[in-house]
């Protein structure tokens, strides 16, 4: 019947709107693993002036990603 077509679209629309927000959130995940990683490496006695702009660069080109 034309409901129940309706409905299938409707069912299959929001599985791939839920499939695309799943995707965008694992990459966000990524995205703040990775500059968890960057600050924690940062915080040691080992970081430089040198290697924290390029931390810095790294975290300003991850800000990006994520809003993008």
């Known amino acids: 019947s034309a409901d129940l077509t309706s409905l299938s679209r409707t069912i299959g629309f929001a599985r791939s709107v839920l499939t695309a927000q799943d995707d965008a959130l694992g990459q966000a995940h990524d995205i703040l693993v990775r500059a968890k990683e960057i600050a924690a490496q940062q915080a040691g006695g ?23």
Do not use: G, K, P
Not at 47 to 68: D, G, H, N
């Open 46 to 68: 080992l970081a430089t002036s040198t290697t924290r702009q390029q931390a810095a660069e790294e975290i300003e080109a991850l800000e990006r990603q994520l809003l993008t």
